[in-house]
């Protein structure tokens, strides 16, 4: 079956944005910049912060994966129970 997009709508958005807190987290723990995220893993810093801030609704997963790689996990940890809210 081809994969149709369909608009996103208030638990995505949601979702989106607590993975993106949750790279976001990862990142800063690892004491990495933007920037720094951005040479290991080949993704655009904008992109990043756009992702990190729930901004990125169309990001592709295989871009998620090149940022999930670049921070090195392969594990993250998400609440998903919780309502998203910034940190």
């Known amino acids: 079956m081809p994969y149709t997009f ?7 958005d949601d ?3 607590g993975l ?10 690892r004491q990495m910049s933007q920037e720094g ?5 080949g993704i655009d810093q904008t992109t ?3 992702f ?3 901004q990125a ?7 998620v994966a090149m940022i999930l790689a670049g921070l090195g996990v392969d594990r993250l940890e998400i609440d998903l129970f ?6």
């Open 6 to 12: 369909r608009k996103h709508d208030r638990a995505d």
């Open 15 to 17: 979702a989106l944005a």
């Open 20 to 29: 993106g807190r949750a790279v976001a987290l990862a990142r800063s723990r």
């Open 37 to 41: 995220l951005e040479a290991r893993s």
């Open 48 to 50: 990043i912060s756009r």
């Open 52 to 54: 990190e801030r729930g």
């Open 57 to 63: 609704p169309g990001l592709r997963l295989d871009r």
């Open 82 to 87: 919780e309502r998203p809210r910034w940190f």
